[in-house]
Protein backbone atom coordinates (compact mmCIF):
# COMPACT_ATOMS: atom_id res chain seq x y z
CA UNK A 1 0.00 0.00 0.00
CA UNK A 2 2.58 2.63 1.09
CA UNK A 3 4.24 1.82 -2.71
CA UNK A 4 0.98 2.91 -4.57
CA UNK A 5 0.74 5.87 -2.27
CA UNK A 6 4.18 6.49 -3.34
CA UNK A 7 3.30 6.31 -6.99
CA UNK A 8 -0.06 8.69 -6.56
CA UNK A 9 1.95 11.13 -5.08
CA UNK A 10 4.59 10.96 -7.68
CA UNK A 11 1.71 11.93 -10.01
CA UNK A 12 1.09 8.11 -11.38
CA UNK A 13 4.60 7.36 -12.33
CA UNK A 14 6.89 4.83 -11.29
CA UNK A 15 10.30 3.25 -11.09
CA UNK A 16 12.38 -0.05 -12.24
CA UNK A 17 11.50 -0.83 -8.02
CA UNK A 18 7.86 0.09 -7.55
CA UNK A 19 6.99 -1.76 -11.24
CA UNK A 20 8.38 -4.95 -9.67
CA UNK A 21 6.46 -4.58 -6.25
CA UNK A 22 3.14 -3.55 -7.92
CA UNK A 23 3.67 -6.60 -10.04
CA UNK A 24 4.31 -8.88 -6.95
CA UNK A 25 0.84 -7.30 -5.27
CA UNK A 26 -1.29 -6.38 -8.61
CA UNK A 27 -0.38 -8.39 -11.68
CA UNK A 28 -3.61 -7.95 -14.05
CA UNK A 29 -3.29 -4.05 -13.31
CA UNK A 30 -2.72 -1.73 -16.08
CA UNK A 31 0.18 0.39 -16.73
CA UNK A 32 1.40 2.61 -20.23
CA UNK A 33 5.42 2.01 -21.36
CA UNK A 34 6.89 5.31 -23.00
CA UNK A 35 8.99 4.66 -24.82
CA UNK A 36 12.29 6.80 -27.09
CA UNK A 37 11.32 5.54 -30.32
CA UNK A 38 8.32 3.38 -30.60
CA UNK A 39 4.47 4.77 -29.35
CA UNK A 40 3.52 3.87 -26.10
CA UNK A 41 2.40 1.07 -24.86
CA UNK A 42 -0.47 -0.07 -21.92
CA UNK A 43 0.33 -3.49 -20.98
CA UNK A 44 -0.55 -5.41 -17.83
CA UNK A 45 2.08 -4.78 -15.44
CA UNK A 46 3.07 -8.48 -15.28
CA UNK A 47 4.49 -8.29 -18.89
CA UNK A 48 5.88 -4.78 -18.32
CA UNK A 49 9.45 -5.94 -17.64
CA UNK A 50 9.72 -8.43 -19.91
CA UNK A 51 8.59 -5.91 -22.77
CA UNK A 52 10.83 -3.35 -21.56
CA UNK A 53 13.61 -5.89 -22.04
CA UNK A 54 13.05 -6.73 -25.61
CA UNK A 55 12.66 -3.52 -26.37
CA UNK A 56 15.96 -2.85 -24.89
CA UNK A 57 17.26 -5.88 -27.18
CA UNK A 58 15.67 -4.48 -29.85
CA UNK A 59 17.80 -0.46 -29.33
CA UNK A 60 15.00 1.35 -27.85
CA UNK A 61 14.74 2.65 -24.61
CA UNK A 62 11.97 3.09 -22.06
CA UNK A 63 11.05 6.96 -20.74
CA UNK A 64 8.74 6.21 -18.42
CA UNK A 65 6.23 4.03 -16.78
CA UNK A 66 3.33 5.02 -15.53
CA UNK A 67 -0.38 4.53 -14.51
CA UNK A 68 -2.76 5.25 -17.66
CA UNK A 69 -5.37 8.13 -16.27
CA UNK A 70 -8.41 5.53 -15.41
CA UNK A 71 -6.25 3.92 -12.89
CA UNK A 72 -4.94 6.34 -11.28
CA UNK A 73 -8.32 8.01 -10.86
CA UNK A 74 -9.55 4.69 -9.26
CA UNK A 75 -6.24 4.85 -7.12
CA UNK A 76 -6.97 8.26 -5.80
CA UNK A 77 -10.43 7.43 -5.28
CA UNK A 78 -9.61 4.40 -2.98
CA UNK A 79 -7.21 5.38 -1.00
CA UNK A 80 -9.30 8.82 -0.81
CA UNK A 81 -6.59 11.72 -1.84
CA UNK A 82 -7.54 15.25 -2.34
CA UNK A 83 -6.05 16.54 -5.45
Keep these: MKTLL ?11 DQ ?11 QVVLLWGQRARQMVAVK ?10 EEGDYIRS ?4 VATYDK ?3 VFNICG
Design 6 to 16: TIITNSGYMTH
Design 19 to 29: LKEVKEAFPNM
Design 47 to 56: YAEGMIAEGE
Design 65 to 68: VFFD
Design 75 to 77: LVD
